[in-house]
């Protein structure tokens, strides 16, 4: 996958993580250069009507949202040479939430802060009736 251009405008770098509809990849965009979280569906997903639906609303509810703790979605669309759906992401750099506990001896109040962190975009979410569907410590920075 490294080096295949997505959508006809991002390149892949390198995998990051991968699930049961998709994989994310670091990837940039050929013209900008700007470096983004690029998710693709895996094809058999897309065409299932269901999973495409449930993948357009996830494209979508970040700017419905509009928090800052929120990931920013810059793109999307549909790959022309295998026809599997795609999102451009802000790519997070940093721990994630399983790394920062696994390093362990946090205080209180580091701990108390990391939950406002979590909870205050969550709550702006279920207020604008979107769950997350995929809330673990591995998807949170």
């Not at 009507?49 to 810059?74: C, M, N, W």
């Not at 040479?81 to 451009?88: I, K, R």
Request: no cysteine.
């Amino acid at each position: 996958m490294q080096g295949k251009l997505v959508g006809g405008r991002y390149e892949v770098v390198r995998p990051i993580a991968e699930g049961g509809m998709g994989a994310v990849y670091e990837a940039r965009h050929h013209m900008t250069k700007k470096t983004v979280a690029l998710k693709i569906l895996f094809p058999h997903v897309g065409r299932n009507d269901g999973a495409k639906q449930r993948f357009l609303r996830e494209v979508s509810a970040p700017a419905t949202i509009g928090h800052e703790g929120i990931v920013e979605v810059y793109d999307s669309g549909i790959d022309s040479e295998d026809g599997s759906l795609f999102v451009a992401m802000e790519m997070l750099i940093g721990d994630t939430m399983r790394e920062w506990l696994e390093k362990g001896g946090h205080s209180r109040d580091e701990i108390l802060d990391l939950f406002d962190r979590i909870l205050d975009p969550l709550s702006a979410a279920h207020q604008r009736g979107i769950v997350h569907r995929d809330l673990k410590p591995e998807n949170i920075f």
